[in-house]
């Protein structure tokens, strides 16, 4: 009997190590010239968003196409897990049809996990509830590689300040692992209630930490995993830990975000306007490391 090679997944930053990664941003800035290739003809991907999802959704369905590959977008609201067939049995049924990967995004914590043990051909996670969206982690260390001189070895030492919600953010998670695996010093800057348990530095008071980062990355408050209003109002929220172009000053730093942003809250207008700001940036980064990520995955 020939037993079926394993297939690779990634669920998380961790399952990749650090060679595989370099390999994976050198062939997405490859992708960068937007052409059209024939790596994934006659390959069928499933991608499966079970949480609203604009950006990431998209991103994995043009990379798909780029690389020629047939995509299936399974409606969530018009399946049969809609009425009452378990994940699992969802799973059994779209593993028989034979695809060459299933993209996942649930608002479960592991549900690639569970998911993976179902299947026979890749997952991808696309974001599981607050534990991880490997992708976006990998998109925002080609950016910073661009930003700092093309070149990984730069990151080392350089000082990020991850702001906002990070207690249910799956970005942070994911960014805090390969961050800080790349050399970078990883600051968390939010009030008390958004910071989860960590060895990481943690700061109050993003004016006084602004002066000495090279990076801002601001998220998103995540209400829809709030199960009360655990902040007094984002207005308020927002006088401390909007991103103005006086935190900025005229300081060499970029900002990022993974979107969507709330304009005024996490990122004021001007800023958003500013060339440091590589929000657009991340989205066409996106793209590429999908492709690599996409091909990495499915033609191991
Ligand atoms: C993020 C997500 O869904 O985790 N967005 C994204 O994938 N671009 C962040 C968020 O929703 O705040």
């Known amino acids: 009997m020939t037993s079926q090679p394993t297939p690779r997944h990634l669920l998380r930053t961790s399952d990749i190590r650090t060679s595989q990664i370099e390999s994976i941003l050198n062939k997405a800035q490859v992708y960068k010239d937007m052409r059209h290739r024939e790596i994934l ?85 696309g974001g599981d509830g607050a534990h991880a969206h490997p992708t976006q982690a990998l998109l925002d260390l080609l950016t910073l590689k661009e930003h700092f001189g093309n070149d990984l070895n730069n990151l080392k030492g350089k000082k990020i300040a991850i702001i906002g919600d990070i207690k249910n953010s799956r970005v942070a998670n994911s960014n805090i692992e390969l961050l800080t695996r790349f050399g970078m010093e990883v600051i968390l800057v939010a009030p008390p209630h958004f910071i989860p348990p960590t060895t990481l530095r943690v700061s109050h008071n993003l004016r006084q930490i602004a002066k000495e980062v090279d990076v801002f990355m601001s998220l998103r408050t995540q209400t829809e995993r709030h199960d009360k209003q655990i902040y007094g109002s984002l207005k308020d929220y927002a006088a401390q830990y909007c991103l103005t172009p006086e935190i900025l000053g005229d300081r060499e730093v970029i900002v990022l975000h993974p979107g969507p942003v709330h304009r005024n809250i996490d990122i004021d207008d001007e800023v958003l306007k500013d060339a440091r700001c590589k929000v657009l940036e991340q989205v066409t980064n996106g793209v590429c490391v999908r492709m690599a990520v996409l091909e990495f995955c499915i033609c191991a």
């Open 41 to 125: 003809r006659n390959k069928t991907i499933i991608t499966i968003f079970f949480e609203n999802s604009t950006r990431t959704l998209s991103s994995f369905e043009i990379a798909a196409k780029r690389l020629s590959a047939d995509v299936v977008r399974l409606d969530v609201s018009k399946s049969s897990t809609a009425k009452g067939e378990s994940i699992s049995d969802t799973a059994a049924n779209l593993n028989a049809m034979n695809p060459s990967a299933i993209i996942i995004r649930h608002k479960n914590a592991g549900a690639g996990y569970y998911l993976k043990s179902q299947v026979s051909c890749p997952i991808i996670n």
